[in-house]
């Protein structure tokens, strides 16, 4: 692997290592706060809602500038420097302030760092998983020494490892050259792109893939310490599913070969459905739980591969950067945002195993609207 392909990894890598200090016990550090379910479920569904305009509006200044490193840094320092307010107050609009602005520049700057990699990579856009890989390698490590750290020693220590991963993030950026944007003789626009049928229930799928993450995301270290999980098992069972998710980022190049986009995202789907109705019925159950969590190599491993793909095949050179934006904001931003505040509600009003039986639902519901529209690629 030349040195471009370490430098953008080492971004992967501290970028889904916060994602690992963050997604699992978030929740549980806003519970110590005394934070009630709705509240938590809104306190997370900011920062999946700045997504929404956030990855838009810098793609669109990407695109338009070039300049999507300068970009990338600045995102970076800012989200460092807004997320440091954190330690401040605990107060409930305190921190709704601090996530709001923190979260604005973060998620703008993986979609960006996509469409850089993409561009580095080329022709050979099939090894973008063995970059990506490091980043899963990094959440892993991630919540497993958490998980270990958080067994025997407070939750409040969890912002500090929240900024010290953010600094790396940044600090990572330095040592990637820009990649000058492709150019494409030809540009279709980015609307009539947006309104084909194909591209348009592809991006409608990603917002109910993400949707049904909602409950997993914001509840599941909730709901699995309620019925007797230890910190220790929590963090095991995340970082077991993103084991998973590492090895079929390995062989994914050879299962896009052989299977072809479509069929991998639709297994991909109904396999999100069987997840979360056993995680419904079954979270008593830890062995089948343990299984469970290998569902994640499918729920988000292949899919989001898959994903990537396809996106990349639809928006080429100028288009690059908005394609990329688009898929962050609808999926991760409007989908993400609504899965964890109707979450929130339905964790209060129905229950637990409702709230997961609407998300294996929805992702049933992506199964079946990428089924009847978006067509069969091979490799």
Known sequence: MNKAYLKLSSFYWFYFSA?????PFWGLYLKSLNFTASEIGE?????????????????????????RLSLIRMGALLSCLFFSG???????????LIL???SFFWNAILPLFEALTLTYLGNDHHQYSYIRVWGSIGFVVSVFLLG?????????????????????????????????IEHHEHHDKLWDLIKSPEVFALLMAC???????????????IYATDHDYSNTSIGLLWGLGVIAEVIVFLFMPKLIKYFGLKKLLLFSLI??????FIIAYFIDIQWLITLNQLLHAS????????????????????????????????????????????????????????????????????????????KFYPY
């Open 19 to 23: 994602l690992g200090a963050f997604i």
């Open 43 to 67: 306190l997370i569904a900011i920062i999946m809602a700045t997504k929404i305009v956030a990855p838009n509006l810098w793609g669109w200044l990407s695109d338009k500038s070039g300049k």
């Open 86 to 96: 954190i330690f401040f107050n605990s107060h409930y609009w305190w921190i709704f």
């Open 100 to 102: 709001l602005c923190y």
């Open 148 to 180: 270990l750290f958080f067994s025997q020693y407070s939750i409040d220590y969890l912002p500090w490892f929240n900024l010290l991963l953010l600094i790396g993030i940044f600090v990572s950026t330095l040592f990637v050259r820009e990649k000058p």
């Open 207 to 221: 917002l109910l893939v993400q949707m049904s993450h909602g409950p997993y995301y914001a509840f599941f270290s």
């Open 271 to 276: 396999s999100g459905s069987l997840r979360w």
């Open 299 to 374: 729920t988000f491993g292949i899919y989001h591969i898959v994903v990537i793909s396809l996106i990349h095949h639809y928006f080429k050179g100028k288009n690059q950067g908005m394609g990329q934006a688009l898929y962050s904001s609808i999926s991760f931003g409007v989908g993400g945002a609504l899965g964890s505040l109707i979450s929130g509600y339905l964790w209060i009003g129905l229950g637990s195993e409702l709230t997961y039986v609407f998300a294996a639902i929805i992702s049933l519901l992506a199964f079946v609207l990428s089924f009847m529209f978006i």
